[in-house]
């Protein structure tokens, strides 16, 4: 089983950019589809973006589109969040997920979360 390791979160004005990183351990990281999701204080769990496990495809939710970038490495065993533009509504803990597979709106069959990296945005 896979294990993930977010870095990059932090506290960032309205308008500016963090990049979120995830790194896997295993060598069998490229087999997977890669995906975020955010959780806000009283909210549901949220659906970020994916990545299948070579980067062909990438899926992002409604409120980021446009504004989010989602890659990988497989030679680093790397996933990346590229956050641009962000807006207070942002704020949240991102997570980063290990599927087997990808989809708008979802990654199927997670096998392995991260253990999530803040992210707050100032007004």
């Known amino acids: 089983q896979v294990q993930l390791v977010e870095s990059g979160g932090g506290l960032v004005q309205a308008g500016g950019s963090l990049r979120l990183s ?7 990281f490229r087999s997977y589809a ?8 009283g909210k549901e769990r949220e659906f970020v973006a994916a990545i299948n496990w070579s ?3 990438t ?21 990346y969040l590229q956050t641009n533009n ?9 997570y ?7 989809r ?3 990654v199927t069959d ?7 990296t803040q992210v707050t945005v100032s007004s």
């Open 96 to 102: 980063c997920v290990a599927g087997l597979g990808a």
């Open 59 to 79: 899926y992002y939710g409604d409120s980021v589109k446009g504004r989010f970038t989602i890659s990988r490495d497989n030679a680093k065993n790397t996933v």
């Open 110 to 116: 997670i096998r392995s979360w991260g253990q999530g």
């Open 104 to 106: 708008q709106g979802v």
């Open 22 to 28: 995830c790194a896997a351990s295993g060598r069998t």
């Open 55 to 57: 980067s062909s495809n």
């Open 34 to 41: 890669m995906g975020w999701y955010r959780q806000a204080p």
């Open 86 to 94: 962000l807006k207070p509504e942002d704020t949240a803990v991102y």
